[in-house]
């Protein structure tokens, strides 16, 4: 099993809807979870971090966390063509002080 | 905001030969680490360093060693590379906070 599970698309969602990302990790323990943007070619771009339960809310992005169900996902509202990339969830695995375990990501299409 | 720079973004080498990547970060973070990237397999940690002058293999460090003399610089080396090696070297620094790691832009290596 990995440690971080990610659907790997593509995702194609139209313009102005919402896009669901979802991520699981297998290490209960996990404290901290990431979501980074990366855009083909270019190096991945930390976008939200969440440590509690529930959701977290930055502009068009809200982060949910559900420690019971090891479940982390990525909600992006209104979504736009400039939002297609690949959008890596990584998780801070217990003991490892800053080291990230990172998915393989799952490639968003934002269609006109 | 966090700044970390590559020494190149392209970079052709022949097999055997010696190869240096640098990577100088800006932000005074304790934590520096060096990944690469190919399609499919995601990120993949090679080596990390908590502090000057100490490091830590990761989960690929075969082929590789690393030197961190200063805080701000942390270089990886390829003692003779091979053409397994071709691939998208990514640095990136965090503080022990863990509010995620910041990317560099990355150096695409070519090994022929």
């Known amino acids: 099993q990995k440690e971080v599970e990610q659907n790997s698309g593509p995702l194609s969602v139209p313009e102005g809807a919402i896009a669901s990302l979802n991520c699981t990790y297998s290490?209960?323990?996990?404290?901290?979870f990431f979501w980074y943007r990366q855009y083909s070619g270019k190096s991945p771009e930390l976008i939200m971090f969440?440590?509690?339960?529930g959701d977290k809310e930055d502009g068009r992005f809200t982060a949910q966390l559900n420690k019971a169900s090891q479940y982390v996902s990525l909600l992006i509202r209104d979504s736009q063509p400039s939002d297609s990339a690949t959008y890596l969830c990584?998780?801070?695995?217990?003991?490892?002080?800053?080291?990230?375990?990172f998915g393989t990501g799952t490639r968003l299409q934002v269609t006109l | 905001d966090v700044k970390v720079t590559q020494s190149s973004r392209y970079l052709v080498k022949r097999t055997g030969e010696k190869v240096f990547l640098e990577c100088v970060q800006d932000?005074?973070?304790?934590?520096m680490f060096w990944y690469r990237q190919d399609p499919g397999l995601g990120l993949r940690l090679i080596y990390f360093s908590y502090d000057v002058k100490m490091k830590e293999k990761g989960d690929i460090p075969e082929g590789y060693s690393v030197s961190r003399e200063k805080k701000e610089r942390f270089s990886l080396i390829l003692e003779s590379a091979s053409t397994n090696q071709t691939s998208m070297y990514l640095c990136?620094?965090?503080?022990?906070?863990?509010?995620?790691?910041?990317f560099g832009p990355g150096t695409r290596l070519t090994v022929l």
């Open positions: 990136a620094s965090s503080s022990p906070n863990s509010l995620g790691q910041f």
């Open positions: 932000m005074d973070h304790e934590n």
């Open positions: 969440i440590y509690s339960n």
């Open positions: 290490d209960r323990g996990s404290q901290s």
């Open positions: 990584a998780v801070n695995p217990t003991g490892t002080a800053s080291k990230l375990t």
